[in-house]
């Protein structure tokens, strides 16, 4: 079965993308907290094809769950950064804890996301894509969700599911 896992804290915002996924015959695993996106990659582990990222995670006000007591995810904001660097493209795994030294860093990572990406952003995904060159390159796709124009972030979701 070819799995993906979205770490999302609001998921009626991602029907339309669920709907795609499905299309290209995706099962879509949705969690709302680190300590469920780490149980799924390790539960599912070769069936996962891409993991699907929120930057905003409200509800994600520190990584303590999954024993990363150091990351400051500022109330949530930047819960999804954090994610990535310590957990799916960290510096090392040396200090990490055992469950989350085993995840496979070659899974591609997409981000969606409705805050809008900025130069700084940029710089984190270069950084995040030259810190593990061999994993396929993380890829940021903004939603808008104010109006109709949502519609080219769908396309541009869809052709990334379709050629994943």
């Known amino acids: 079965m070819n799995r993906i896992i979205w770490l999302e804290d609001n998921s009626s915002n991602i029907i339309e993308e669920i709907v795609v996924c499905q299309k290209y015959n995706y099962t879509v695993k949705i969690c709302q907290q680190p300590r469920q996106l780490i149980s799924n990659l390790i ?8 993991v699907i990222i929120d930057i905003m995670l ?22 999804g950064w954090n994610i990535i660097d310590r ?6 795994v040396a200090y990490l804890p055992s469950s989350i030294k085993s995840i496979d860093r070659k899974i591609p990572v997409l ?3 409705t805050k ?5 952003d940029n710089k984190i995904i270069n950084y995040f894509n030259e810190r593990y060159p061999e ?28 050629n994943l």
């Open 111 to 113: 981000i969606v996301s």
């Open 116 to 120: 809008p990406i900025r130069e700084k």
């Open 87 to 92: 957990v799916l493209r960290p510096n090392s």
């Open 135 to 162: 994993s396929p390159k993380i890829i940021y796709i903004e939603k808008n969700q104010m109006d109709d124009s949502n519609e080219v972030a769908i396309e541009k979701f869809e052709q990334y599911i379709k």
């Open 43 to 50: 539960e599912y582990g070769n069936e996962v094809r891409l």
């Open 58 to 79: 409200r509800g994600v006000i520190g990584l303590d769950d999954i024993g990363i007591t150091d990351s400051d995810t500022d109330r949530g904001f930047r819960a």
